[in-house]
Every structure is written in C-alpha cells, then in structure tokens.
C-alpha cells in the first residue's frame, strides 16, 4: 500500500522558518517525481512545488518561488519542503502528493495519492 | 488566484445527478492540456477521482464520469448518494503560468 507521511508543521511567526518531511512507503520512491499542494484554511487547493525523480529539476509556484526550497533523499524514501520567510499567507495545511511519471513538471500529469497533510500556521 | 473556475456549490436529491464545470482559458483546458479530479471528503485529503479528462482509477463508482470540450470540463455525478457530499477540484496544467493549476471548488451537498 502506497503512503506518504507528512511532518514538521509547527506555528511560527511572520519572517520564520520551517521544514518540512514526507516519508514515503509501497513504491519505488526514486522513480517517480513529487510535489507539495498546500490548502489555507475554508479555501481551495494550490500547488506549491514540484521536482523530478532524481532531484535534479525544481519547479515553484510564483506565491513561493525564492522563498521555499523543495528537495528529497531518495535513499531515505523521503521528501521535504524547506520554508523561509514566511508570512501570514503561508497558513495552510501542506499535502504531499506523488505524482505519475520521472519528470517533475510533465504536463499531463496528476497527484496520486496524497498525504493525510501537516498544519502550517504563520503567526505572531 | 485559481485560473480554473468552477461553480461555488451544486445540490441534489438522493438518486438525481449533478455536473460540475471547471472552465479555464486557452492557456489551460483550451491549450489541451489534461483536465483531472479531485473529491474532498469533510477532514480528510483530497483523492484522485478522474484523471486524464475522463478515466477512473481502480475504486471509483463509474457514477462519476469527466468529460472535456474547448476551455472547459465537466465532472457528473448520477445516482447521487449522502456520501457523495464533499468538495470536487479539477486540476490541469498552464502553460503561461508554467505551473499545475486547480480549480476553485464546488460543494456537493445531497439535500
């Protein structure tokens, strides 16, 4: 059975860091690319960041892009987010999603399964 | 903002159908990129309910049924049951934003 594990979410305040974990189980963590969705509280989803099978290629959404550093050890089976200079729009839980292929931002992809999410909250 | 917009909530009777519309622009839906959905159960993660505009993974009720056209997809829903109620997203790619793009939700509710 396939399953992502997130941890690490944590309150912290405006301008703070965070890291987050995701290990992973029940498929070859190293042949498929990963991503973070993010959801803020009552509102809808968003996708944060991608990056491919081997690490190698990275891709953000503008909201985070500079600012949240997306990475994974394949030998350890476990991806991870790291966030700096957060702000209050941060707030959210953060899902960790596998996605279907090796390449980190094909076009046709879609994010299955998804973690049971970390909370995120930036505040003072 | 979410580029994919979709209708705030959609209601029905046990046994009646819905159909959600997830309408996007020529950069998205209309470039031909594919459409995929997701449902939201109250407190829990999303789930892949439709991907590649149309196709359901093992599992799913073949009550749901996606479809895409132009700019726009549809997700339907027969024989709507209470454990239907839940948030519906789709999902597809942009290629001016360069990113994976959702849609802005809609709420099922079974009256």
């Known amino acids: 059975e396939v399953q992502l594990l997130e941890s690490g979410g944590d309150l912290v305040q405006p301008g703070g860091s965070l890291r987050l974990s995701c290990a992973v189980s029940g498929f070859t963590f190293s042949s498929y690319a990963m991503g973070w969705v993010r959801q803020a509280p009552g509102k809808g989803l968003e996708w944060v960041s991608s990056?491919?099978?081997?690490?190698?290629?990275?891709y953000y959404a503008d909201s985070v892009k500079g600012r949240f550093t997306i990475s994974r050890d394949n030998s350890r089976n476990t991806l991870y987010l790291q966030m700096t200079t957060l702000r209050a729009e941060d707030t959210a839980i953060y899902y960790c999603v596998k996605a279907i292929a090796v390449a980190g931002l094909r076009t046709d992809n879609w994010f299955d399964p998804w973690g049971q999410g970390t909370l995120v909250t930036v505040s003072s | 903002q979410s580029v994919l917009t979709q209708p705030p909530s959609v209601s029905g009777a046990p046994g009646q159908s819905v159909t959600i519309s997830c309408t996007g622009s020529?950069?998205?839906?209309?470039?031909?990129?594919?459409v995929h959905w997701y449902q939201q159960l109250p407190g829990t993660a999303p789930k892949l309910l439709i991907y590649t505009n149309a196709y359901r993974p093992s599992g799913v009720p073949d009550r749901f049924s996606g479809s895409q056209s132009g700019t726009s997809a549809s997700l339907a829903i027969t024989g709507l049951q209470a454990d239907d109620e839940a948030d519906y997203y789709c999902?597809?790619?942009?290629?001016?934003?360069?990113?994976?793009?959702f849609g802005t939700g809609t709420k099922v509710t079974v009256l």
């Open positions: 020529n950069s998205n839906i209309g470039a031909g990129y594919d």
């Open positions: 990056l491919s099978a081997s690490g190698g290629s990275t």
């Open positions: 999902q597809s790619y942009d290629v001016s934003l360069t990113a994976y793009v």
